[in-house]
C-alpha cells in the first residue's frame, strides 16, 4: 500500500513559479518511477513529467522547459518546479507510480492575473 499526498500549489500570476511536492510513505517508494499528472474539469488527465527510479527524466511537450521534476528518495518525496507558468497550465496536480491505481487528493494550482 503507497499512500501520496501532494502540496504546494496555489494562486499564481502568469510567469511566476511554484514547487509542488508529493510525500510517499512506504519504503519501497526509491523503487518506484514517479509521474505527475494534471487534470481540468472535464478532461482526461495529462501526463506532465515522469521521473524513473534511476532518475531519468521526461516531460509533455506543453511543458518542456519550463517544468522540472525530481526526487529525493532519502525523504520518499517527488517534487515538480514549475516556471513560466501560463493560464493553461491551471489544473488539478497529482503525482503517481506509473502503472498504479494510487493516487492523492492532488493540489490546485491556478495561474492568473
Do not use: H
Not at 521521473?51 to 506543453?62: E, M, Q
Not at 518542456?64 to 532519502?74: E, Q, V, Y
Not at 518525496?77 to 497529482?94: G, R
Request: charged share 15%.
Amino acid at each position: 500500500q503507497v499512500q501520496l499526498v501532494e502540496s504546494g500549489g496555489g494562486l499564481v500570476q502568469p510567469g511566476g513559479s511554484l514547487r509542488l511536492s508529493c510525500a510517499a510513505s512506504g519504503s519501497i517508494f526509491r523503487i518506484y518511477a514517479m509521474d505527475w499528472y494534471r487534470q481540468t474539469p472535464g478532461k482526461q488527465r495529462e501526463l506532465v513529467a515522469v521521473i524513473t527510479s534511476g532518475g531519468s527524466t521526461n516531460y509533455a511537450d506543453s511543458v518542456k522547459g519550463r517544468f522540472t521534476i525530481s526526487r529525493d528518495n532519502a525523504k520518499n518525496t517527488v517534487y515538480l518546479q514549475m516556471n513560466s507558468l501560463k493560464p493553461e497550465d491551471t489544473a488539478v496536480y497529482y503525482c503517481n507510480p506509473p502503472g498504479t491505481n494510487y493516487w492523492g487528493q492532488g493540489t490546485q494550482v491556478t495561474v492568473s492575473s
